[in-house]
C-alpha cells in the first residue's frame, strides 16, 4: 500500500511538472506572438504613416487611376484625329512662334515614367524599406526594367503608328539607363530605339527643361501632340520654387490644355513638390464658421462668414 502511495505521489509530481512546463510553454509561445503581432502592426502603422502610402496605393490598387489614365489617352487619340487633319496645328510653342512645319510629318512626343511606364513598384518597395528617392537606387531600378505600362497607353500608341504618326519619348530618365529603358518599353510591347528614346544628359546640353529635344524632334517633324504627367513635360517655366508663380504660369497655358497638350496624373511626385510651401504652409484650410456673428451681422445671407 506505501509502496502505491509512493508511487502515485512520484507521478503526481511528474505530472504538475509536465503540467507546469506546458502552462509556461503556453505562457512563452503567447509571449512571442504578442511581441510578433505588436511588431507587425508597428510596422503596418509606420507604412501607413509614410507621406507616398496614400498616393502609391491609389495608382496601384484604384478603379479611378486606371478609368483616368485610360480616360486620358482616348482624349489624346480624339485630338490626334483633330490635328492630324490641321496642318496649321502643332503642340510646340517653338513651332507655332517659328513656323515652317505644315508639310513635316507628324508626330507625338510623349514622356516615360508615370506617362508610358508605371513605376509605383519602385515607390512602394522604397516605402516598404523606409527608402528615400536617390539617384542611384533609381538607375537600379530602370536597369530591372519592371516597370509596367500605364492604362491605356499601349493601346493609344498603336493606334497612333497606325495612322502614320512617329512615336518620341523624351525622358529625364540619363543615358546610363538608356538601353535599359528601351528594353522595358519594347518588353512592353511599345515602339523604341535608340533614335526614339531621348533621354537626359546635362553635358551635352540635353538638360531638365527638354526644350532642346523637342527641338531635335521639330527639325524633322510636326508635333502634333505632347504627353505628359507633368507641366515641365510640355512647356518652359515651370521648374520654379514658387508654386503662385509656377500657378501663374500654367494658367497662361490653358488654351492648350485637353487639345494639343494632354496631361496624365501623377499623385506620387512631381516638379510641383519642390516649389511647395514648407509644411502647414502648404495647407489651405476654411475657417469654421460663427453661426452666432453671421446670424447677428448678416441676417439677409446666413450662408456668408
Known amino acids: 500500500m506505501s509502496r502505491y502511495k509512493s508511487g502515485f505521489t512520484r507521478t503526481r509530481k511528474r505530472f504538475s511538472n509536465f503540467t507546469r512546463l506546458i502552462v509556461l510553454g503556453g505562457i512563452f509561445v503567447s509571449v512571442l506572438t504578442a511581441v510578433g503581432d505588436s511588431a507587425f502592426a508597428q510596422q503596418k502603422i509606420d507604412v501607413e504613416l509614410d507621406p507616398r502610402y496614400n498616393a502609391v496605393t491609389y495608382v496601384q490598387n484604384s478603379a479611378e487611376f486606371a478609368l483616368l489614365s485610360e480616360q486620358t489617352y482616348r482624349m489624346a487619340l480624339s485630338q490626334l484625329y483633330v490635328g492630324m487633319e490641321d496642318p496649321n496645328w502643332t503642340a510646340d510653342e517653338v513651332q507655332i512662334v517659328e513656323g515652317g512645319f505644315h508639310s513635316k510629318p507628324p508626330a507625338v512626343i510623349l514622356d516615360c515614367d508615370e506617362t508610358v511606364l508605371d513605376n509605383s513598384a519602385f515607390n512602394a ?109 510640355l512647356c518652359t517655366g515651370m521648374d520654379v520654387y514658387n508654386t503662385k508663380r509656377r500657378n501663374e504660369v500654367a494658367l497662361e497655358k490653358t488654351s492648350m ?47 456668408k462668414f
Not at 490644355?257 to 495647407?283: C, D, F, H, T
Open 257 to 303: 490644355l485637353g487639345s494639343r497638350w494632354i496631361m496624365l496624373p501623377n499623385p506620387v511626385y512631381g516638379s510641383w513638390q519642390r516649389a511647395l510651401p514648407k509644411a502647414e504652409k502648404a495647407l489651405k484650410p476654411k475657417l469654421t464658421p460663427n453661426v452666432e456673428s453671421n446670424e447677428s451681422n448678416d441676417k439677409s445671407d446666413p450662408g
Open 125 to 233: 518597395r522604397n516605402i516598404l524599406h523606409k527608402q528615400d528617392y536617390e539617384s542611384e537606387i533609381w538607375n537600379a531600378w530602370c536597369q530591372e526594367g519592371q516597370a509596367d505600362a500605364i492604362p491605356g497607353a499601349l493601346d493609344f500608341i498603336r493606334r497612333t503608328e497606325a495612322l502614320g504618326v512617329k512615336v518620341f519619348y523624351i525622358t529625364n530618365r540619363r543615358d546610363v539607363v538608356k538601353a535599359a529603358t528601351i528594353r522595358n518599353l519594347k518588353a512592353l510591347g511599345f515602339p523604341a530605339d535608340e533614335t526614339t528614346v531621348l533621354t537626359k544628359n546635362d553635358d551635352l546640353g540635353r538638360g531638365d527643361d527638354k526644350v532642346s529635344r523637342r527641338a531635335m524632334v521639330a527639325k524633322d517633324y510636326r508635333i502634333v501632340l505632347l504627353i505628359g504627367d507633368s507641366m515641365s513635360d
